[in-house]
């Protein structure tokens, strides 16, 4: 073990961790394309991407060179009152990306940037001399970000907040009208609590933190209908599906859906650093457009629209633009498909599904996820199973060869599981 583990470990405190509980965490001294480099020399090949971040692969070197490029220039320097080409040319490009929404506030992560959406809708109305519109309608299954105002809206009953329930502001929380009744339920909350409804938020076609669990371009079709006929803002969180992670750049705009806000995070600068983009529509915007001062937003991340960050994020771009990701997507979904499908109707296994770059295996049960993730390791694979979901999300730019390791690695580790319910 390195030194700088064994004298940190006592000092850092990590992510959703039991650390009574919980192995070491795993030292890794680089990254490069799909692969993690650990400090004792084993190379793994990484099935998530980090977070689903990094789409074109670690160490890009385009991402890389602008970054560096603008650490000799200017790291950072605050957003009040001055103005970059990093952030402002990042602002006019997401905005021609998504045209019903040209209005773009940044901030540093997925959560605040869910936070910003909320509190744009919530300041809409107070602008307008509505006072009484406090709640956001949200559905089952959703995760949103883990800090108060974002954890309100997520599924109640969520595996990492579940705890904090009482300390939450109350939502209204209900089923995706994925049916005529959960539909009639959608309705019925509207029609009962409407007046009291700020905004309705969604993940559009994926509920990623909360199970990876897919949905039709209907039931977004029903929310907006919905959202329209209770004159309510909707805001899609698009943090894990925005570039193109279900084979549509943004869920959203390219299915016709529009939102009225729109938050995009965890891809946007290519895996490099924290930036996030609450996108909003001239309506949402021009309650904010008033000569009163205190109609502004308020809200200014310290490290907002961070030059560092918003060169990667430009680089990112770039590169989608000159790649055919959409053919490397479909590549991944194809390759998903025949590599997970041995799984389909095996034992311990509830169901197998796909969806662009994203391979989902649900199993019966609860597994033991610590031996689970010693059997991944095992097989050089970084693969990180969460309840009873194990999921692969890898960069576009995988060789066909390393994902047929990382498909190939669940089907041997799940087949265990099922076979001797070793986990
Ligand atoms: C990850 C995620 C968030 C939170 O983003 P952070 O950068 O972790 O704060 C919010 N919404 C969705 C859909 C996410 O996947």
Known sequence: ????????????????????????????????????????????????????????????????????????????????????????????????????????????????????????????????????????????????????????????????????????????????????????????VLARHGREIAGIIVEPLVQGAGGMVFHEPAVLRRIRAAADAHGVPLIFDEVFTGFGRTGHFFVGPELGVLPDIMVVSKALTGGTMGLAATLASPAIFAAFHQDRAEAALMHGPTFMANPLACAAANASLDIFAATDWRAAVARIAAGLRTGL??????????????????????????????????EFLARGVWVRPFRSVVYLTPAFTIDPESQAKLTGAVVDVVRDYGKKRLF
Request: net charge negative; glycine share 12%; charged share 20%.
């Open 1 to 188: 073990m390195p030194d700088w583990l064994i004298r940190g470990a006592a000092h850092i405190w990590r992510p959703y961790t039991q650390h009574a509980l919980a192995e070491p965490a795993l030292p890794v001294v680089a990254t490069e394309g799909c692969r993690i480099i650990l400090a004792d020399g084993r190379e793994l090949i990484d099935g998530i991407a980090s977070w689903w971040t990094a789409c074109h692969g670690y160490n890009h070197p385009q991402i890389r060179a602008a970054v560096s490029a603008q650490l000799a220039r200017m790291p950072h320097v605050m957003f009040g009152g001055l103005a970059h080409e990093p952030g402002y040319g990042l602002a006019a490009r997401l905005a021609a990306l998504v045209p019903a929404l040209p209005h773009v506030f940044f901030s540093d992560s997925g959560s605040v940037g869910v936070e910003v959406a909320m509190k744009m809708a919530l300041q809409m109305w107070l602008n307008r001399g509505e006072t009484g519109r406090v709640k956001f309608l949200s559905f089952l299954g959703g995760y949103h970000g883990d800090t108060l105002g974002a954890m309100s809206v997520c599924d109640p009953e969520e595996g990492m907040h579940g705890l904090f329930g009482p300390a939450l502001a109350a939502q209204h929380v209900v089923a995706l009208p994925r049916e005529a009744a959960s539909e009639a339920a959608l309705d019925d």
């Open 341 to 374: 499908a041995p799984l389909g109707g095996h034992e311990g296994v509830r169901d197998v599904r796909v969806l662009g770059a994203i391979g989902v295996v649900e199993l019966a049960g609860r597994p033991d996820l610590a031996a689970l993730k010693r």
